[in-house]
């Protein structure tokens, strides 16, 4: 065999030789592909968290320390205000007798996401957990540091449409997640890439 042959390879070369290694290298490739995606997809999913968490955070420490006890801030004339409320209820300040019960919730949900994070193959729905793990994480952490006590915090509200209930960045990244899920639904695309018809 000259150098050139054996440099490129020729028809001649046994298949015994070359087959088996590029065989194992094929099954190695087919085996740790869906592992590294899945990687990715847990990646994009506590990246979103964590972007969706720090922007709820960063905006309720404002609000606290430039709005709070002062005159709302009109951003759209009176249609849509920046107004500082303490929201002991669930998100849009529904059911404040029950501030505990929402606290668990949020808890439940969150232990929910990190469950099914390890099947999830689809980025789509990485993207929603995301939201909805940063968004339950934000409002958590008010209802654990916050006043008047532990499980039982009041959560910042600020964003006050006209004839609107007031809400945060947190109920936004979960209204937004929510949303995305039931689209996600409606196409019958699953968290494990998996696409059904019924």
């Known amino acids: 065999m000259t150098e050139a042959e054996r440099m490129i390879g020729t028809p001649d070369t046994p298949e015994g030789d070359g087959a088996e290694p590029e065989q194992a290298a094929g099954q190695a490739g087919v085996d740790e592909r869906p592992q590294a995606r899945g990687k990715r997809r847990i990646a994009v999913l506590f990246a979103v968290a964590a ?70 193959y689809s980025l789509p729905w990485a993207i929603a957990l995301g939201l909805l793990l940063g968004g339950a994480l934000g409002n958590l952490t008010d209802r654990i540091f916050r006043s008047p006590g532990v499980f039982e915090g009041a959560v910042v509200d600020f964003i006050a449409p006209k004839h609107f209930a007031v809400f945060n960045l947190a109920d936004s990244a979960i209204v937004c997640g929510g949303i995305l899920i039931v689209l996600l639904s409606f196409k019958g695309l699953d968290p494990d890439g998996t696409v059904h018809k019924d």
Do not use: C, M, Q
């Open 51 to 120: 972007f969706a968490y720090l922007l709820d955070l960063g905006s309720k420490l404002l609000v606290v320390a430039k709005l709070e006890h002062h005159a709302p801030i009109e951003i759209i004339g009176d249609w849509l205000k920046f107004e500082a409320i303490r929201n002991a209820g669930a998100a849009f300040g529904f059911g404040e007798a029950f501030t505990v019960i929402f606290t668990v919730i949020a808890a439940a949900v969150i232990v929910v996401i990190a469950r099914l994070a390890r099947k999830l």
